[in-house]
């Protein structure tokens, strides 16, 4: 059964950082890009960064800020999110994708969601 499970989330002041860990089962991560999604109250779900096997992307509000990074051995892919603003403010998804090339759209039809990860940023 393919699945992710998303986790690491939190309640963190401005300024602060947080690792959100998405663990992947029922496949071979090796073979996929995983792509970090966000939606925050009240708007779309949008796409934060993505990883292949080769590139990592991001989107411009979070760049410099958050680095995602993978371990196929342990079949999780990582955000680190450093500097956390208010607007970071979000419940966080990770998806399975083929590649990167659409990540800041969330893919069509697409159901292999996780239950997310709530991150609060709030003093």
């Known amino acids: 059964q393919v699945q992710v499970v998303e986790s690491g989330g939190g309640l963190v002041q401005p300024g602060g950082s947080l690792r959100l860990s998405c663990a992947a089962s029922g496949f071979t991560l090796d073979y996929y890009a995983i792509g970090w999604y966000r939606q925050a109250p009240g708007k779309e779900r949008e796409g934060v960064s993505c990883i292949s096997n080769s590139d990592t992307y991001y989107i411009d509000s979070v760049k410099g800020r958050f680095t995602i990074s993978r371990d196929n051995a342990k079949s999780t892919v990582y955000l680190q999110m450093n500097n956390l603003k208010p607007e970071d403010t979000a419940v966080y998804y990770c998806?399975?994708?083929?590649?990167?090339?659409?990540?800041?759209?969330?893919?069509?039809?697409?159901?292999?969601w996780g239950q997310g990860t709530q991150v609060t940023v709030s003093s």
């Open positions: 998806a399975k994708l083929l590649d990167c090339y659409y990540y800041t759209e969330v893919p069509p039809g697409y159901g292999g």
